[in-house]
Nanobody, 124 residues
Framework: EVKLEESGGGSVQAGGSLRLSCTAS????????MAWYRQAIGPECERVSG???????YYTDSVKGRFTISRDNAKNTVYLQMNSLKPEDTAVYYC??????????????????WGSGVQVTISE
């Protein structure tokens, strides 16, 4: 079984940056597409970004140009670099492993494995 552990969350002011990391154990990440989801209070859980096995990257419109997903298969780790953060980016961010394509399943669903989440809070 794959276990995913997120780190790097925290509280920053608007305009700041954070880098989330997701490290896997139990399997090598190069067998999976990887994605970052977020759940804020109110809105539906959404996929923020995904990276397929072949390295194709996907971003939801609201983070394009600000967030960058990357993977280091040698370290079994996926990253989400978040720049120019906005208060509306405040959410619990989850790492997930599974099949990643251009159109995600709605909500926090459709992936095989999930981390427990990390809080990201952006203040004005």
């Amino acid at each position: 079984e794959v276990k995913l552990e997120e780190s790097g969350g925290g509280s920053v002011q608007a305009g700041g940056s954070l880098r989330l990391s997701c490290t896997a154990s139990g399997s090598t990440l190069d067998n999976f597409g990887m994605a970052w989801y977020r759940q804020a209070i109110g809105p539906e859980c959404e996929r923020v970004s995904g990276i397929s096995i072949d390295g194709t990257k996907y971003y939801t419109d609201s983070v394009k140009g600000r967030f960058t997903i990357s993977r280091d298969n040698a370290k079994n780790t996926v990253y989400l670099q978040m720049n120019s953060l906005k208060p509306e980016d405040t959410a619990v961010y989850y790492c997930a492993a599974g099949t990643v394509g251009p159109t995600p399943v709605r909500g926090c669903r459709g992936m095989d494995y999930w981390g427990s989440g990390v809080q990201v809070t952006i203040s004005e």
